[in-house]
């Protein structure tokens, strides 16, 4: 049974650092892109920031690059997403996702293999 676990959510002042854990079992995780979304309240999940299966290559989405940062840890079977500078419009539910296919520079939702429940990030200003 494939688990990704999210943690490392919680409140933060604007301009604030975050670290988000995704620990993943029940599947190869040096196999999978790791994918993290986001989601604020009343809109649609939107991609944040992909790695690649080693970890070699990242992207981001406009909104978080120079801000966000994303690795892996094989060995661990867990992903993180670094936040730093946080803005009151990065609150959202943020959710990592696995994709069997090989990275991309932007992901919508659809087509993710595996998905965690979420952990919510809540900024204030």
């Known amino acids: 049974q494939v688990q990704l676990v999210e943690s490392g959510g919680g409140s933060a002042q604007a301009g604030g650092s975050l670290t988000l854990s995704c620990a993943a079992s029940g599947l190869i995780f040096s196999s999978y892109t790791i994918v993290w979304f986001r989601q604020a309240p009343e809109k649609d999940r939107e991609f944040a920031a992909a790695?690649?299966?080693?970890?070699?290559?990242?992207y981001y989405a406009d909104s978080v690059k120079g801000r966000f940062t994303i690795s892996r840890d094989n060995a661990k079977n867990t992903a993180y997403l670094q936040m730093n500078s946080l803005k009151p419009e990065d609150t959202a539910v943020y959710y990592c996702?696995?994709?069997?296919?090989?990275?991309?520079?932007?992901?919508?939702?659809?087509?993710?293999?595996?998905w965690g429940k979420g952990t919510l990030v809540t900024i204030s200003s």
């Open positions: 996702a696995a994709d069997r296919s090989s990275i991309v520079n932007s992901y919508s939702p659809g087509g993710m293999d595996y």
């Open positions: 790695i690649s299966r080693g970890g070699f290559t990242t």
